[in-house]
């Protein structure tokens, strides 16, 4: 099994993955922000997910701070599993993966298309140079180092 972490990776894709590369956390996420899952059952139902994963995987979620667990609002005991502001900042992450797989792994077309709700247009990621406000074509964009790079001699 590979492990949760990239120790050696100076990227905070890297890092962003030892929160939400294991397989179910985006799909959780996934539902979390556009099927109005809150609930165990609802995840286990809608994935269907084996209860011990979905444990394993909220629990997770919530120590990483991308969910907070908290008692239901209908008074029952129940608990909710809800975004936080960290969690819903991963919108244009699950966006960006679901136009891929559009077009690269969807032969009869996108199974999910993602509307605005308030005009009702579809909604698409795209890249977007600060500077002369272009789109990068692919192969067009080069890394450089920021200031979280230490310098090396």
Same mark, same amino acid.
């Given at each position: 099994?590979?492990?949760?972490?990239?120790?050696?990776?100076?990227?905070? +894709?890297?890092? /962003?993955?030892?929160?939400?590369?294991?397989?179910?956390?985006?799909?959780?996420?996934?539902?979390?922000?556009? /099927?109005?899952?809150?609930?165990? @059952? #609802?995840? !286990?139902?809608?994935?269907?997910?084996? =209860? @011990?994963?979905?444990?394993?995987?909220?629990?997770?979620?919530? #120590? =990483?701070?991308?969910?907070?667990?908290?008692? +239901?609002?209908?008074?029952?005991?129940?608990?909710?599993?809800?975004?936080? /502001?960290?969690?819903?900042?991963?919108?244009?992450?699950?966006? +960006?993966?679901?136009?891929?797989?559009?077009?690269?792994? /969807? *032969?009869?077309?996108?199974?999910?298309?993602? &509307? &605005? =709700?308030?005009?009702?247009? !579809?909604? &698409?990621?795209?890249?977007?140079?600060?500077?002369? #406000? #272009? =789109?990068?074509? *692919?192969?067009?964009?080069?890394?450089?180092?920021? *200031?979280?790079?230490?310098?090396?001699?």
């Amino acid at each position: 099994m590979l492990g949760r972490t990239y120790e050696r990776e100076n990227c905070s +894709a890297a890092r /962003a993955l030892e929160v939400i590369g294991e397989r179910w956390s985006l799909l959780i996420l996934r539902n979390a922000l556009y /099927a109005g899952s809150t609930r165990f @059952n #609802q995840f !286990q139902r809608s994935l269907g997910i084996a =209860s @011990n994963i979905l444990t394993t995987r909220l629990d997770w979620l919530v #120590q =990483s701070g991308l969910m907070e667990s908290r008692s +239901a609002t209908d008074g029952t005991e129940t608990r909710e599993y809800v975004l936080t /502001a960290k969690g819903l900042d991963l919108e244009p992450v699950i966006l +960006a993966l679901s136009a891929w797989g559009d077009r690269w792994s /969807a *032969p009869d077309g996108p199974p999910i298309i993602y &509307h &605005h =709700s308030d005009c009702g247009g !579809q909604v &698409h990621q795209y890249l977007k140079c600060d500077r002369c #406000q #272009q =789109s990068p074509e *692919p192969g067009y964009i080069t890394a450089m180092p920021g *200031p979280g790079m230490p310098v090396t001699a």
